[in-house]
């Protein structure tokens, strides 16, 4: 599904990412674990498409060239980013950015644009699962919510979107172990044979909750082991700095 | 691709011209001018001498030069001050009698003149340059006693009730483009809503500038009756030309007792090219009087034409309780510049104002919020409020708030809210990470931002407006 090869990404001339490679492949969710400053957010903003970086390298997304693809025709083929900080929109409801959204996205595939019934039919569902308030949705999008709230939104949007490779920067952190149980849920919900996941994270805990299929650990650009589950574990114990 | 669509979505929609001969009055601004369009409207001798008077004093009075926007000076010989399709010199009495050039050009802008548009239940008065072609929906209005006709019409065959309102709440002395105005307006719309009678329609103008060298100076006067109710708005477009026009307008609303005037503006004059080049001037007075107890008056304007916008739509709330209401939105995208707000004058008792103003600069235009609120000493009990909200787009674009604030009453409480914010370059990614190309996400961006007073506007023009406010901004990120 998604093919990173040799990819190096430079902001200022400053090295960020060094011969990155990664494959995924459908169904397979990856962890990936870094300290602070190795490259992790780099590593989700080129993939949503995000500008300002020099990069060189290959990546492919269901074997096409991704950096042919602009930012919303990635989000039409299917690659979502939860995003680490969501951003505050004033004045636009809620509800109604999920549903241009979507709509937007149905478009780009040919598919039927829900109407306003089948979209609140739909939101309610998945609101009601997160355990996400009905009223929020009525508010500005993200506006006034606590960090909990845009984390759990940003779930709200990935379950509706329904999204082949979700990427989630760090959305563990700022949760409460409710929360935290909570957005794991969401997100094992929408483990299925061909929907993959990136999970990008400084700490094992929410591996407890979402067991990955591999976990790499990312130091200085690179990843520089990869593994089963286990890893986190022996990362957690060890710490980034001793961990060789 | 992309960048080609964008740049065919970035061309002036309504940038055509018509080719239809027409009649001027020679070039230039003198006593004959004056009297060649007083004469060629057949008007009575007053109102020739009103304007003559007016003419009068222009010469003694300066353009004033406050205004931020700054513009090359603007040689008023070198102007046509009347311009009419030839075809009207004998008025039509139909719209079968209209040139059909006209009419087509009135279909590509949209505006339901012709008969079977009329389940779009809006009545039309259409301005070409300087004359009103039609009026639609004429015979339902008349059932109920509402007069809405052209302002020549209404001189005609409403003499006293012109006489009696024009002039009073702009006065011919006002200020350089009032008294320009008033000296030299040609066209313009009449209403008058009986007593106690809700209009049921909206009432709509739609002025256009066709011929070149053309300054149009329009006039409309609009007189809400006690206990009445009329919600009107006016549109406005003009073709591509290199030279900049002028467009001086006066508009004067009188709501008397109880009575309520609701009048919207999206303006959408040629701003000029993408290096600002052409464009309209848009200079306009428009003022509102509350001369009765309880009555009310409402601006709302989605301003996102013109190479320069100047103008204040005002309230003057001199009847006990009665209320005024300003809601903007201004846009501004390449180098359009504007200079717009209202003026809030409270002189009679509990009398209420409310100001949202959102202003949305872009690439290298310069905006300017400029406002006064004036409690005076006899308006005990009275109250502002006054939120102006400032949005920039790129790191090229100006956004000022200048409020002047008086207030002579202690009874009397203003307050004033601002702020200034930015498009920034991660909510976009956000957005178009969320599927939504850039244009989409700059249209939610600044439609969430313009909410409040895209809400005020009549339902069929909020969606046009909505649109409009996305075209006006396309390409100004990235």
Request: hydrophobic share 35%; proline share 4%.
């Amino acid at each position: 599904m998604l093919k990173i090869n040799n990819l190096n990404a430079k902001i200022d001339k400053k090295i960020i990412l060094n011969n990155f490679s990664l494959n995924i492949n459908p169904g397979e969710v990856h962890a990936i674990m870094g300290p602070n400053g190795s490259g992790k957010s780099t590593l989700s903003n080129i993939l949503s498409g995000k500008k300002g970086y020099d990069v060189t390298g290959e990546i492919l997304y269901e074997n096409k060239n991704l950096f042919e693809l602009e930012t919303e025709e990635r989000a039409h083929k299917g690659i979502f980013l939860a995003f680490q900080y969501p951003l505050e929109i004033p004045g636009v409801n809620t509800n109604i950015f999920l549903k241009t959204s979507l709509n937007a996205i149905r478009r780009a595939n040919g598919e039927k644009e829900l109407d306003a019934i089948e979209f609140l039919n739909l939101v309610k569902e998945k609101a009601k699962n997160l355990k996400f308030e009905e009223e929020k949705l009525n508010r500005q999008l993200n506006v006034g919510f606590s960090g909990g709230e845009k984390k759990k939104n940003e779930i709200l949007q990935m379950s509706i979107l329904n999204p082949k490779l979700s990427i989630l920067d760090e959305t563990d952190s700022g949760l409460d172990i409710d929360a935290l149980r909570i957005v794991a849920d969401g997100v094992n919900s929408l483990r299925k044979k061909n929907n993959s996941f990136l999970i990008i994270t400084h700490y094992q805990r929410l591996l407890d909750y979402i067991k990955p299929d591999f976990v790499h650990v990312l130091i200085n650009g690179k990843i520089i082991k990869s593994g089963g589950p286990e890893l986190a574990l022996e990362l957690e114990k060890k710490g980034y700095e001793n961990f060789n | 691709m992309r960048e080609k669509e964008l740049n065919i979505l970035k061309d002036y929609k309504y940038g055509f011209t018509t080719d239809i001969e027409s009649v001027k009055a020679p070039k230039g601004l003198n006593q004959e001018v004056i009297r060649f369009i007083s004469n060629i409207k057949k008007e009575p001798q007053w109102l020739l001498e009103w304007r003559l008077k007016a003419f009068e004093r222009l010469k003694a009075l300066k353009e004033p030069d406050w205004q931020k926007p700054k513009y090359p000076k603007i040689d008023y010989q070198d102007l046509y001050y009347y311009s009419a399709p030839k075809s009207f010199k004998e008025k039509p009495n139909s719209l079968d009698d209209l040139d059909p050039k006209l009419l087509d050009t009135y279909k590509k802008l949209g505006i339901p003149l012709q008969e079977q548009k009329r389940l779009n239940g809006i009545a039309v008065d259409a301005v070409f340059d300087s004359v009103s072609v039609a009026t639609t929906f004429k015979e339902k209005l008349t059932e109920k006693g509402i007069i809405f006709c052209s302002i020549s019409e209404a001189v005609q065959k409403y003499p006293e009730l012109v006489k009696k309102y024009l002039g009073t709440v702009i006065p011919i002395t006002d200020h350089y483009f009032a008294t320009l105005n008033s000296a030299v307006f040609t066209d313009g719309s009449f209403v008058y809503i009986p007593p106690n009678i809700r209009c049921p329609m909206e009432l709509s103008t739609y002025f256009r500038i066709n011929a070149s060298d053309t300054g149009q100076f329009e006039r409309t006067l609009i007189i809400a009756d006690k206990g009445s109710y009329v919600s009107y708005l006016e549109g406005c477009t003009a073709p591509m030309r290199d030279e900049n026009q002028l467009h001086a307008a006066n508009v004067e609303l009188i709501a008397l007792d109880d009575a309520e005037i609701k009048y919207s503006t999206v303006q959408n004059w040629y701003p000029g090219d993408k290096d600002g080049k052409g464009g309209i001037y848009n200079f306009v007075t428009k003022r509102g009087l509350c001369k009765g107890k309880n009555s009310k008056i409402s601006w709302t304007q989605v301003e996102t034409g013109s190479a320069i916008t100047w103008k204040y739509p005002s309230c003057i709330l001199q009847g006990d309780n009665s209320i005024g209401e300003f809601y903007s939105i201004a846009i501004t995208n390449n180098h359009q510049k504007a200079d717009t707000g209202t003026k809030m004058i409270h002189l009679g008792k509990n009398t209420k104002s409310k100001i949202i103003s959102k202003g949305i600069s872009a690439g290298l235009s310069d905006m300017t919020y400029r406002g006064l609120v004036d409690i005076s000493s006899r308006a005990n009990n009275s109250r502002n409020y006054t939120q102006c909200d400032s949005l920039l787009m790129g790191n090229k674009c100006g956004a000022h708030t200048i409020p002047y604030i008086k207030n002579k009453n202690l009874e009397s409480n203003i307050e004033h809210e601002a702020t200034t914010s930015k498009i920034s370059e991660d909510q976009l990614h956000y957005c178009q990470q969320r599927g939504l190309n850039q244009e989409e996400a700059v249209g939610l961006i600044v439609n969430g931002f313009c909410k409040e007073v895209l809400q005020q506007l009549p339902m069929e023009f909020a969606v046009e407006a909505q649109k409009l406010v996305g075209i006006s901004l396309e390409g100004s990120v990235g």
